[in-house]
């Protein structure tokens, strides 16, 4: 069985999915997209796929099984509404809305549905390397986790698409997420500090260090550098009661020669977390053509918003600027 599914949104992150659900992944069929720029859904259309002038038509139709959003972040909940009220699965990519009351409806529209139908697109969890990592955390034979240091490391930047709030509230969001999935976690309180400003990012603020408070007493020390200038450096090292595990150096192949010994880093995040994109792809069609979702919910969304919010709070304040999340609703209890 294949199913059928409509794109919302082709820019970069668009057209890179429709690339891989229709010439990667099989058991998928890309039958329909749509954009605000008609003329770029036009062009990046598999053939046979219908063009609709608005995502509410697409998500309508008949034809669409399940949705992708790579839409506009501020788009996401409409979109996402619409899908659960068309009780069709729906990836989302992150993130997953913009503010911590759009998270909300989001959750309270699926509760009342009954069923999980949003996956929100943290790729880092379907990355080999991250599984790897948190099996040797849950395993316990280091102890508890105490420390996680994670690296976020952009070579560069679009000049005037990047405000200075992104890192806090694009960028921080896969660090806030991977961390809670790893040490099965919630963050509780952000506290954000800033070294002296980068020449190459103009007025950008950048880089970034955030501490990210856990409700078990593990801190979270988040580095983000967005123009970095050498690659697409990803990192992560947890600390534990006895001992310290960190992900390897990707890719991993090591050139030794006259100029000495060394690795290639990723020239961005396509590069990198390719085989990851794949992945959650693969197991979000198997979900979705049981007519559910699966992978990071609409709960890890609105965590991650929260963690966002908090951020850009502490870094006007200079504080630790405290989270507070509502229960979890039974329907996100068991993922």
Not at 12 to 41: C, F, N, P, W, Y
Not at 292 to 302: L, N, R
Not at 306 to 315: S, T, W
Request: glycine share 8%; aromatic share 6%; charged share 25%.
């Amino acid at each position: 069985m294949t199913l059928k599914v409509g794109v919302i949104g082709t820019g970069m992150i668009g057209q890179d999915h429709i690339r891989r659900l229709t010439k990667v992944l099989s058991g998928v069929e890309v039958a329909a997209v749509a954009d605000i720029a008609r003329d770029r859904a036009e062009a990046a259309a598999p053939e046979g796929a219908e063009v609709f002038d608005t995502p509410e038509a697409l998500i309508a139709s008949d034809t669409v099984e399940a949705v992708v959003i790579c839409s506009w972040g501020p788009a996401h909940e409409e979109q996402l509404l619409a899908c659960i009220d068309a009780g069709k699965p729906v990836f989302c990519e992150k993130p997953m809305v913009t503010s911590e009351e759009a998270a909300l409806r989001v959750m309270a529209a699926e509760t009342a549905f009954g069923r999980r139908l949003v996956q929100v697109g943290f790729m880092r969890r379907f990355d080999a390397d991250y599984r790897r990592l948190k099996a040797v955390i849950d395993g316990g034979t280091l102890g508890a986790p105490l420390i996680y240091k994670s690296i976020h490391r952009n070579a560069s930047v679009p000049e005037g698409l990047y405000t200075s709030e992104m890192p806090l509230n694009d960028t921080l969001v896969h660090d806030a997420d991977i961390s809670r999935w790893l040490l099965s976690d919630e963050v509780t309180g952000v506290e954000v500090r800033l070294p002296r400003r980068s020449t190459r990012g103009g007025e950008l603020r950048d880089p970034h260090i955030v501490l990210l408070h856990c409700a078990s007493g593990a801190i979270v020390d988040v580095e983000i550098s967005v123009n970095i200038g050498y690659g697409y450096d990803i990192r992560g090292e947890v600390s534990c009661e006895m001992g310290v595990a960190a992900l390897p150096n990707r890719p991993a192949t090591v050139v030794s020669d006259q100029y000495g010994i060394r690795q290639t880093i990723p020239e961005d995040w396509r590069e990198r977390f390719i085989e990851a994109y794949d992945q959650e792809f693969r197991e979000w069609i198997v979900a979705a053509g049981q007519g559910t979702a699966t992978g990071p919910s609409a709960w890890d969304g609105y965590a991650a918003t929260l963690v966002a919010d908090a951020a850009l709070r502490a870094v006007e304040s200079g504080a630790h600027e405290k989270i507070t999340m509502i229960d979890k609703p039974a329907l996100y209890a068991a993922a």
